[in-house]
């Protein structure tokens, strides 16, 4: 078992550590740190004791796998109703960035019925070799096949790294996945890069809200390195329909008959643009005050090709539906330009779009804290100040 | 502590639903502040609560369970300071809690945190459905629940916004599914996992009585010697991930505010905007 150690010699009671502690792990007790059963081994304390009497024992890991036998950068190509997600294709640049780095190729992995098309995208956006299996029985996404058919290939060629977008598919499909091959998993990351010394994956995300960010890393006796990548973090690369690559099939070894779950109907949702591909989004909050005023949000939305968004309390005042929720317990977005409006600008709130690129935020009250965050702030009441924005866009996009 | 139930595939002439709920104690992120001299994380005072997903899930199975009899067995995987979630679930009506703590299992990743969790299912025995919460305010990974569901061998329904039908007699359950573009209404055989939004329900509060005897209760604890796991397979030892470094992101720059009359100041961010070229 692993241990935390200070050293009570060395310990200068400095208390530099304590709060250094993303688990609360670690307090003073007669002018000497000490650990809990909180603490998880994650080491940051070690970093910053200045007297370094910290240190963490971990068990060897002996190498029990041959990690040589390990090749290639994969990305899952998923795609819903017809339509790869752009995610797979943001993945595609960044996977050509990491074969680079470790002068190896990049591969698709691509599972559904009739999917040539796709393949051919695939490779335009990069991909040297795509792994394909199709069968009637991959038609539309569903766990259990879309997990046998991923499982296989992985156990067959040996990937380094396999790469899916940390959508709800990808996010469903890979849990299971890395489960069945036992091999790592960081969800939902926003930075990917090759550690070129000892040719390594560096998994960067963010924890606790997005008040902290964490690099994680593979241990070398589990392999492929598996991740999944928030969308719009990495920029779609150029599309070059030229280009020639290698498409190996393999067939499904598993029947409908096997398959636990059937989709029965799928209902589109209301709203012409989601949360999650948009390139804009206008978002209400509190100082919304109905349902009916929410009109003014969509009115600017209609306008600028944006979907709506709310906040928790337009949510939870039953103003707006489920679905346009923002935030930690709503959905985590990142368009181009976020507009905020009468929204305070919680810690939950900002953990779903702090990353946007551009933050407007429009508030009567100068002192919110979405004020802080934003790129470029309106002080002023927002029933006078949206529609404005409004005729003005208007106006210029001669609309 | 002792074994208390059967292995997980039950006897058919049960109707009642067997339900087990995952629960996770996580800091109140709202509370986790980064001090931007020492760029650390400010703890003090950050209460812990209870991951407000698992409430959802929580609140599903009790009225999953008023619904369609039967009982509803809560976990807690963590230190032994867990038990305060474990007793909101008792007050608000849960039939059985267990703390799964052991130090066998403290640097678990979710790879590993999974495998014990399925083992203390596999112990409880006789489940016709687990639900978690879809992921942890925490870490916010949403891969716990997938990983239970495969080390389980059943299937998973994650993103769970509507239970449409559920049957323990034909083993089957219907449920609404929230994607990003729309709602997939997906049927599967039982026992089954979910994970749930928060559209799903609305949580209940506890009662006075209810605190009361949650108060009192005892909470066993399960160890890693009562669930038979491989040592291999549990806490740091068993997990594939560890983390390397830990950081503050990088402060956002901003907080410009466009001062004047609103007449100047709308038409200067149109002006702002327009540069960026995204407006189309």
């Not at chain 1, 692993?2 to 670690?26: R, V």
């Not at chain 2, 039982?190 to 005897?213: Q, Y």
């Not at chain 2, 992101?249 to 960026?276: C, F, Q, S, Y």
Request: hydrophobic share 40%; net charge neutral; charged share 25%.
């Amino acid at each position: 078992m692993a241990k935390l150690i200070i050293d009570p010699e060395t310990c200068s009671g400095c208390e530099t550590c304590i709060p250094s502690c993303p688990f609360g792990a670690l307090s003073m007790k007669e002018g000497i740190a000490v650990v809990d059963e909180k603490c998880t081994y994650c080491g940051a304390c070690v970093d910053v004791c200045p007297v370094s009497a910290i240190t963490l024992e971990k068990d060897e890991k002996a190498v029990t796998i041959d990690t040589s036998a390990y090749k290639n950068v994969w990305v899952f190509i998923e795609h819903e109703r017809g339509k790869v997600s752009n995610v797979s294709f943001e993945l595609l640049g960044q996977g050509r960035n990491l074969a680079n780095d470790l002068g190896c190729q990049l591969c698709g992995m691509l599972f559904g019925d009739k999917v040539d098309d796709f393949a051919k995208e695939a490779v335009a956006y990069g991909a040297e070799k795509v792994y394909v299996i199709e069968s009637p029985v991959l038609k539309e996404y569903r766990t259990d096949p879309y997990a046998c058919a991923a499982v296989n290939l992985i156990r067959k060629y040996k990937p380094e790294i396999v790469l899916f977008g940390a959508t709800t598919q990808g996010r469903d499909f890979a849990g299971c996945v890395a489960t069945t091959i036992e091999a790592g998993l960081t969800a939902d990351c926003t930075g990917l890069d090759i550690d070129m010394e000892k040719k390594q994956l560096r998994q960067t995300r963010p924890a606790f809200g997005g008040n902290i960010m964490a690099t994680i890393l593979d241990y070398p006796n589990y392999r492929p390195q598996m991740s999944t990548v928030r969308p719009k973090v990495f920029p779609m690369p150029a599309r070059d329909g030229s280009k020639k690559g290698e498409i190996i099939r393999e067939p499904l070894p598993m029947t409908e008959e096997q398959v636990r779950t059937k989709v029965l109907e799928f209902v589109k949702g209301a709203e012409a643009v989601n949360l999650v591909d948009a390139e804009i989004i206008v978002s209400g909050g509190r100082g919304i005050g109905n349902g009916e005023n929410f009109k003014v949000i969509r009115e600017l939305a209609g306008l600028l090709g944006a979907a709506v968004g709310a906040s928790r309390a337009a949510v939870d005042s039953g103003w707006i539906s489920y679905e346009h929720q923002v935030g930690q317990t709503g959905r985590t977005v990142r368009p181009r330009i976020y507009i905020a409006c009468g929204i305070s600008g919680s810690i939950q709130h900002q953990a779903g779009m702090k990353t946007s690129d551009i933050i407007v935020a429009i508030n009567k009250d100068p002192e919110a804290p979405i004020f802080k965050i934003a790129t470029y702030g309106i002080v002023g009441d927002l029933f006078t100040v949206v529609p404005m924005l409004r005729d003005e866009l208007k106006k210029r996009l001669g609309r | 502590m002792s074994k208390s139930g059967s292995p997980i595939i039950k006897d058919d002439k049960e109707e009642n639903v067997k339900i087990v709920v995952c629960i996770k104690q996580v800091p109140d992120t709202t509370d986790v502040k980064i001090n931007p001299e020492t760029n650390t994380l400010i703890r003090e005072g950050v209460a812990s609560i209870s991951n407000p997903f698992d409430e959802f899930a929580l609140e599903e199975a009790l009225l999953t369970k008023e619904k369609h009899g039967g009982e509803v067995h809560v976990i807690s995987m963590g230190p032994p300071q867990a038990i305060e979630v474990l007793k909101n679930a008792l007050a608000v009506g849960a039939d059985k809690v267990y703390l799964v703590s052991d130090r066998a299992f403290a640097g678990a990743d979710t790879l590993a945190t999974a495998y014990t969790l399925a083992k203390t299912i596999e112990w409880i025995g006789g489940v016709d459905l687990v639900i978690c919460g879809k992921q942890a305010i925490d870490g916010d990974t949403a891969q716990v629940g997938p990983g239970i569901a495969t080390r389980l061998g059943i299937p998973q329904l994650t993103y769970v916004s509507k239970v449409k039908e559920i049957n323990v007699e034909k083993k089957k359950i219907v449920v609404e599914r929230l994607l990003e573009d729309g709602r997939e209404v997906m049927e599967s055989t039982l026992p089954a996992l979910m994970t749930v939004v928060k559209d799903i329900n609305e949580p209940r509060l506890p009662s006075l009585l209810g605190i009361k005897k949650a108060a009192k209760a005892q909470i066993p604890t399960v160890t890693a010697k009562d669930i038979c796991v491989d040592e291999n397979r549990i806490g740091l030892k068993g997990s594939p991930t560890w983390v390397w470094k830990i950081f503050s992101p990088e402060a956002r720059g901003g907080g410009e505010i466009l001062k004047g009359e609103l007449t100047e100041v709308v038409p200067t961010l149109v002006n702002k905007l327009m540069d960026m070229k995204f407006i189309k």
